[in-house]
Protein backbone atom coordinates (compact mmCIF):
# COMPACT_ATOMS: atom_id res chain seq x y z
CA UNK A 1 0.00 0.00 0.00
CA UNK A 2 2.98 2.39 0.68
CA UNK A 3 4.34 1.84 -2.18
CA UNK A 4 1.05 2.36 -4.06
CA UNK A 5 0.92 5.80 -2.34
CA UNK A 6 4.16 6.49 -3.26
CA UNK A 7 3.84 5.79 -6.61
CA UNK A 8 0.34 8.08 -7.20
CA UNK A 9 2.37 10.83 -5.08
CA UNK A 10 5.08 10.81 -7.36
CA UNK A 11 2.26 11.06 -10.63
CA UNK A 12 1.04 14.16 -9.00
CA UNK A 13 4.32 15.88 -8.30
CA UNK A 14 5.38 14.69 -12.10
CA UNK A 15 2.00 16.30 -13.36
CA UNK A 16 2.79 19.47 -12.08
CA UNK A 17 6.35 19.55 -13.07
CA UNK A 18 8.15 19.61 -16.94
CA UNK A 19 10.40 16.54 -16.00
CA UNK A 20 8.62 14.16 -18.03
CA UNK A 21 5.66 15.71 -19.81
CA UNK A 22 3.38 13.15 -18.97
CA UNK A 23 0.16 13.88 -17.27
CA UNK A 24 -2.17 12.03 -15.17
CA UNK A 25 -4.51 8.90 -16.67
CA UNK A 26 -7.47 11.04 -16.22
CA UNK A 27 -6.70 14.54 -17.64
CA UNK A 28 -4.90 12.18 -20.65
CA UNK A 29 -7.90 10.80 -21.57
CA UNK A 30 -9.94 13.47 -21.64
CA UNK A 31 -7.49 15.95 -23.20
CA UNK A 32 -6.20 13.59 -25.59
CA UNK A 33 -10.01 13.58 -27.87
CA UNK A 34 -11.15 17.01 -26.81
CA UNK A 35 -14.01 15.79 -25.72
CA UNK A 36 -13.72 13.07 -23.78
CA UNK A 37 -15.27 10.16 -25.51
CA UNK A 38 -12.36 8.82 -28.09
CA UNK A 39 -11.80 4.86 -26.88
CA UNK A 40 -8.06 4.60 -25.86
CA UNK A 41 -6.36 1.86 -28.77
CA UNK A 42 -5.36 -0.98 -26.87
CA UNK A 43 -1.50 -2.31 -27.56
CA UNK A 44 -0.22 -5.31 -25.16
CA UNK A 45 3.78 -4.83 -25.20
CA UNK A 46 5.63 -7.82 -24.16
CA UNK A 47 9.15 -8.64 -22.69
CA UNK A 48 11.11 -11.10 -20.57
CA UNK A 49 12.04 -10.43 -16.44
CA UNK A 50 14.73 -7.99 -17.06
CA UNK A 51 14.95 -4.55 -15.87
CA UNK A 52 16.31 -2.98 -18.79
CA UNK A 53 12.73 -3.18 -20.52
CA UNK A 54 11.31 -2.04 -17.50
CA UNK A 55 10.98 1.76 -17.62
CA UNK A 56 7.86 0.29 -19.37
CA UNK A 57 6.02 -0.46 -16.08
CA UNK A 58 7.03 3.50 -14.86
CA UNK A 59 6.14 4.83 -18.26
CA UNK A 60 2.58 3.10 -17.97
CA UNK A 61 2.32 4.23 -14.02
CA UNK A 62 3.19 8.04 -15.49
CA UNK A 63 0.19 8.26 -17.67
CA UNK A 64 2.47 8.35 -20.60
CA UNK A 65 0.98 5.98 -22.88
CA UNK A 66 -2.68 7.25 -21.90
CA UNK A 67 -1.30 10.63 -23.09
CA UNK A 68 0.00 9.23 -26.33
CA UNK A 69 -3.66 7.66 -26.71
CA UNK A 70 -2.76 4.04 -25.64
CA UNK A 71 -4.31 1.46 -23.35
CA UNK A 72 -1.24 -0.61 -22.25
CA UNK A 73 -1.20 -3.91 -21.38
CA UNK A 74 2.17 -5.32 -20.34
CA UNK A 75 2.55 -9.28 -20.58
CA UNK A 76 5.80 -10.87 -19.51
CA UNK A 77 6.77 -13.21 -21.32
CA UNK A 78 9.84 -15.19 -20.80
CA UNK A 79 10.04 -17.59 -23.75
CA UNK A 80 11.74 -15.65 -26.28
CA UNK A 81 10.74 -18.70 -29.13
CA UNK A 82 7.43 -17.67 -28.70
CA UNK A 83 8.10 -13.70 -29.57
CA UNK A 84 7.82 -14.14 -33.48
CA UNK A 85 4.85 -15.69 -33.45
CA UNK A 86 2.99 -13.40 -31.22
CA UNK A 87 3.88 -10.98 -33.65
CA UNK A 88 2.19 -13.20 -36.25
CA UNK A 89 -0.88 -14.03 -34.63
CA UNK A 90 -0.91 -10.26 -33.26
CA UNK A 91 -1.43 -11.27 -29.94
CA UNK A 92 1.50 -8.28 -29.17
CA UNK A 93 1.89 -5.52 -30.98
CA UNK A 94 5.29 -4.00 -29.17
CA UNK A 95 8.05 -6.06 -27.92
CA UNK A 96 11.27 -5.76 -25.84
CA UNK A 97 13.63 -7.52 -26.60
CA UNK A 98 17.56 -8.32 -27.70
CA UNK A 99 18.90 -6.57 -31.00
CA UNK A 100 19.87 -9.66 -33.14
CA UNK A 101 17.32 -11.90 -31.97
CA UNK A 102 14.24 -9.64 -33.28
CA UNK A 103 16.39 -9.44 -36.78
CA UNK A 104 16.71 -13.23 -36.87
CA UNK A 105 12.50 -12.75 -36.35
CA UNK A 106 12.73 -10.40 -38.63
CA UNK A 107 13.82 -12.43 -41.54
CA UNK A 108 12.15 -15.45 -40.95
CA UNK A 109 8.91 -12.89 -41.70
CA UNK A 110 7.68 -11.78 -38.35
CA UNK A 111 5.71 -8.64 -38.74
CA UNK A 112 8.69 -6.56 -36.24
CA UNK A 113 9.83 -3.33 -37.04
CA UNK A 114 12.18 -0.37 -34.83
CA UNK A 115 10.78 1.95 -32.55
CA UNK A 116 14.31 2.91 -30.26
CA UNK A 117 16.99 1.48 -28.24
CA UNK A 118 16.11 0.74 -24.86
CA UNK A 119 19.33 -0.03 -23.22
CA UNK A 120 22.43 -1.84 -23.48
CA UNK A 121 24.57 -4.30 -21.15
CA UNK A 122 27.42 -2.60 -19.71
CA UNK A 123 28.53 -5.40 -17.35
CA UNK A 124 25.44 -7.56 -16.91
CA UNK A 125 26.54 -10.27 -18.93
CA UNK A 126 30.26 -11.88 -19.39
CA UNK A 127 32.35 -15.14 -19.78
CA UNK A 128 33.27 -16.39 -16.53
CA UNK A 129 36.53 -18.85 -16.15
CA UNK A 130 39.25 -20.62 -14.13
CA UNK A 131 42.32 -19.28 -12.79
CA UNK A 132 44.56 -20.81 -15.18
CA UNK A 133 42.14 -18.97 -18.26
CA UNK A 134 43.75 -15.66 -18.41
CA UNK A 135 43.10 -14.57 -21.77
CA UNK A 136 40.67 -15.63 -24.86
CA UNK A 137 43.54 -17.38 -26.50
CA UNK A 138 43.38 -19.64 -22.94
CA UNK A 139 39.97 -20.79 -23.93
CA UNK A 140 41.88 -23.26 -26.35
CA UNK A 141 40.99 -26.81 -25.51
CA UNK A 142 38.53 -25.90 -22.96
CA UNK A 143 35.09 -26.71 -21.74
CA UNK A 144 32.89 -23.48 -22.43
CA UNK A 145 29.18 -23.65 -21.45
CA UNK A 146 27.26 -21.11 -23.12
CA UNK A 147 23.57 -20.90 -25.30
CA UNK A 148 24.09 -20.89 -29.38
CA UNK A 149 20.54 -19.80 -29.52
CA UNK A 150 20.71 -16.82 -27.43
CA UNK A 151 22.27 -13.18 -27.66
CA UNK A 152 25.28 -14.68 -25.35
CA UNK A 153 26.06 -16.39 -28.19
CA UNK A 154 26.94 -13.40 -30.48
CA UNK A 155 29.13 -11.25 -27.44
CA UNK A 156 30.92 -14.34 -27.23
CA UNK A 157 31.41 -14.17 -31.15
CA UNK A 158 32.85 -10.58 -30.55
CA UNK A 159 34.91 -11.37 -27.97
CA UNK A 160 36.18 -14.09 -30.01
CA UNK A 161 36.60 -12.24 -33.07
CA UNK A 162 39.57 -10.57 -31.10
CA UNK A 163 41.48 -13.71 -30.03
CA UNK A 164 44.19 -15.56 -31.91
CA UNK A 165 41.76 -19.13 -31.67
CA UNK A 166 38.56 -20.23 -33.47
CA UNK A 167 35.56 -21.34 -32.40
CA UNK A 168 36.65 -24.75 -33.69
CA UNK A 169 39.45 -24.64 -31.36
CA UNK A 170 37.11 -24.49 -28.06
CA UNK A 171 34.47 -27.62 -26.78
CA UNK A 172 31.43 -25.57 -26.77
CA UNK A 173 28.69 -27.18 -24.43
CA UNK A 174 25.67 -25.67 -24.93
CA UNK A 175 23.35 -24.88 -22.04
CA UNK A 176 20.83 -22.07 -21.17
CA UNK A 177 22.63 -18.69 -19.57
CA UNK A 178 21.80 -20.01 -15.55
CA UNK A 179 22.60 -23.45 -16.16
CA UNK A 180 26.13 -22.20 -17.79
CA UNK A 181 26.65 -20.65 -14.25
CA UNK A 182 25.65 -22.97 -12.45
CA UNK A 183 27.77 -25.60 -14.50
CA UNK A 184 30.53 -23.65 -14.09
CA UNK A 185 30.23 -23.10 -9.95
CA UNK A 186 29.74 -27.03 -9.95
CA UNK A 187 33.31 -27.45 -11.68
CA UNK A 188 32.09 -29.17 -14.94
CA UNK A 189 32.96 -26.58 -17.04
CA UNK A 190 36.44 -24.57 -17.77
CA UNK A 191 34.30 -21.11 -18.83
CA UNK A 192 30.94 -20.34 -19.09
CA UNK A 193 28.71 -17.62 -20.38
CA UNK A 194 26.24 -16.35 -18.25
CA UNK A 195 24.90 -13.45 -16.54
CA UNK A 196 24.12 -11.70 -13.26
CA UNK A 197 24.21 -12.93 -10.41
CA UNK A 198 26.57 -15.90 -11.46
CA UNK A 199 28.77 -13.28 -12.91
CA UNK A 200 29.05 -11.56 -9.25
CA UNK A 201 29.14 -15.18 -7.84
CA UNK A 202 31.65 -17.02 -10.20
CA UNK A 203 34.79 -16.30 -7.00
CA UNK A 204 32.80 -19.18 -5.17
CA UNK A 205 34.78 -21.51 -7.60
CA UNK A 206 38.55 -20.88 -6.29
CA UNK A 207 40.23 -19.00 -9.15
CA UNK A 208 36.91 -18.03 -10.85
CA UNK A 209 36.57 -15.17 -12.27
CA UNK A 210 35.36 -12.59 -15.28
CA UNK A 211 37.44 -12.71 -18.13
CA UNK A 212 35.43 -10.37 -20.27
CA UNK A 213 31.67 -8.71 -19.56
CA UNK A 214 29.67 -6.78 -21.92
CA UNK A 215 31.52 -3.51 -20.52
CA UNK A 216 34.22 -4.35 -22.56
CA UNK A 217 31.80 -4.68 -25.54
CA UNK A 218 28.87 -2.28 -24.82
CA UNK A 219 26.87 -2.53 -28.40
CA UNK A 220 27.27 -6.32 -28.23
CA UNK A 221 24.09 -7.35 -26.33
CA UNK A 222 21.37 -4.25 -27.54
CA UNK A 223 17.89 -4.26 -26.30
CA UNK A 224 15.36 -2.31 -28.47
CA UNK A 225 11.22 -1.73 -29.02
CA UNK A 226 10.02 -3.18 -31.70
CA UNK A 227 6.49 -2.56 -33.05
CA UNK A 228 4.41 -4.66 -34.90
CA UNK A 229 4.12 -3.54 -38.33
CA UNK A 230 0.48 -4.46 -39.58
CA UNK A 231 -0.23 -2.80 -35.96
CA UNK A 232 1.57 0.18 -37.30
CA UNK A 233 -0.12 0.82 -40.62
CA UNK A 234 -3.11 1.43 -38.56
CA UNK A 235 -1.66 3.66 -36.32
CA UNK A 236 1.45 5.43 -38.50
CA UNK A 237 2.18 7.65 -35.20
CA UNK A 238 2.82 4.87 -33.11
CA UNK A 239 6.84 4.76 -33.49
CA UNK A 240 7.08 8.31 -32.42
CA UNK A 241 4.92 8.02 -29.93
CA UNK A 242 6.10 5.15 -28.29
CA UNK A 243 9.45 6.50 -28.26
CA UNK A 244 8.81 9.47 -26.55
CA UNK A 245 6.98 7.54 -23.95
CA UNK A 246 10.42 5.73 -23.89
CA UNK A 247 11.96 8.46 -23.62
CA UNK A 248 10.33 9.86 -21.03
CA UNK A 249 10.57 7.13 -18.45
CA UNK A 250 14.36 7.12 -18.74
CA UNK A 251 14.05 10.17 -18.47
CA UNK A 252 12.02 10.21 -14.48
CA UNK A 253 14.21 7.22 -13.24
CA UNK A 254 17.54 9.08 -14.38
CA UNK A 255 15.94 11.80 -11.74
CA UNK A 256 14.13 9.65 -9.57
CA UNK A 257 16.41 6.48 -9.60
CA UNK A 258 14.61 4.90 -6.23
CA UNK A 259 11.46 5.56 -6.73
CA UNK A 260 11.49 4.49 -10.30
CA UNK A 261 13.53 1.09 -9.46
CA UNK A 262 10.04 0.68 -7.19
CA UNK A 263 7.49 1.05 -9.85
CA UNK A 264 9.79 -1.43 -11.63
CA UNK A 265 10.42 -4.22 -9.03
CA UNK A 266 6.43 -4.38 -8.33
CA UNK A 267 6.08 -4.61 -12.17
CA UNK A 268 8.70 -7.50 -12.71
CA UNK A 269 7.29 -8.77 -9.14
CA UNK A 270 11.26 -9.02 -7.47
CA UNK A 271 12.95 -7.22 -4.93
CA UNK A 272 13.75 -3.44 -4.76
CA UNK A 273 17.58 -4.68 -4.49
CA UNK A 274 17.84 -7.17 -7.42
CA UNK A 275 16.63 -4.47 -9.84
CA UNK A 276 19.16 -2.16 -8.35
CA UNK A 277 21.59 -5.13 -8.81
CA UNK A 278 20.49 -5.37 -12.41
CA UNK A 279 20.69 -2.11 -13.16
CA UNK A 280 24.07 -1.71 -12.10
CA UNK A 281 25.54 -4.02 -15.58
CA UNK A 282 22.75 -0.97 -18.04
CA UNK A 283 23.12 1.79 -19.64
CA UNK A 284 20.03 2.76 -20.28
CA UNK A 285 19.10 5.05 -23.76
CA UNK A 286 16.84 7.95 -23.33
CA UNK A 287 16.04 10.66 -25.96
CA UNK A 288 19.85 11.95 -26.21
CA UNK A 289 21.32 8.39 -26.31
CA UNK A 290 18.71 7.41 -29.04
CA UNK A 291 19.08 10.54 -31.18
CA UNK A 292 22.98 9.35 -31.18
CA UNK A 293 22.51 6.26 -31.75
CA UNK A 294 19.98 5.95 -34.73
CA UNK A 295 21.90 8.84 -36.48
CA UNK A 296 23.22 6.92 -39.58
CA UNK A 297 26.33 9.28 -39.52
CA UNK A 298 26.97 8.05 -35.99
CA UNK A 299 30.12 5.22 -36.11
CA UNK A 300 28.67 1.93 -34.99
CA UNK A 301 24.74 3.41 -35.09
CA UNK A 302 22.10 1.12 -34.71
CA UNK A 303 21.87 0.02 -37.88
CA UNK A 304 25.59 -0.60 -37.98
CA UNK A 305 25.36 -3.18 -35.42
CA UNK A 306 22.29 -4.85 -36.68
CA UNK A 307 24.05 -5.29 -39.80
CA UNK A 308 27.29 -6.74 -37.93
CA UNK A 309 24.57 -9.58 -35.80
CA UNK A 310 22.66 -9.86 -39.41
CA UNK A 311 26.23 -11.01 -40.82
CA UNK A 312 27.07 -13.53 -37.62
CA UNK A 313 23.99 -15.02 -38.21
CA UNK A 314 24.16 -15.62 -41.63
CA UNK A 315 27.08 -17.30 -41.01
CA UNK A 316 25.74 -19.39 -38.40
CA UNK A 317 22.58 -20.10 -40.31
CA UNK A 318 20.33 -19.07 -38.14
CA UNK A 319 19.31 -16.35 -40.87
CA UNK A 320 19.14 -17.10 -44.76
CA UNK A 321 19.41 -13.68 -45.60
CA UNK A 322 21.39 -10.14 -44.32
CA UNK A 323 19.01 -7.75 -45.95
CA UNK A 324 17.08 -6.06 -42.96
CA UNK A 325 15.58 -3.59 -45.49
CA UNK A 326 12.38 -2.15 -43.70
CA UNK A 327 13.16 -3.05 -40.48
CA UNK A 328 13.79 0.08 -39.48
CA UNK A 329 11.51 2.41 -41.03
CA UNK A 330 12.13 5.88 -39.20
CA UNK A 331 15.94 5.76 -39.89
CA UNK A 332 15.55 4.46 -43.52
CA UNK A 333 13.01 7.30 -44.71
Not at 32 to 60: H, N, Q, R
Request: net charge negative; glycine share 6%; hydrophobic share 40%.
Amino acid sequence: MMKKLTAILLVLVLALSSLTGCKSSTDTAQESTGSGDKELVPMTIAFCTWAGYAPVFIAKELGCFEEAGYDVTVEIMEDESTYGAAFVSNSIQALGQVLDRDIIQYAAGAPEQYVCTMDCSTGGDGLIATADIQTMDDLAGKKVALDKSATSYFFFLQALADSNITEDQIEIVEMGNDAAGEAFLAGNVDAAVTWEPALSNCSEREGGHVLVSSADYPKAIIDVLTVNSNFAKDHPDVYEKLADCWNKAVAYLNENFDEGCEIMAEGLDLEVDEVKAECEGITFYGEEENAEFNNPDTEENVVDIANLAASFWVEKELMDTNDLTGFFPTIEE
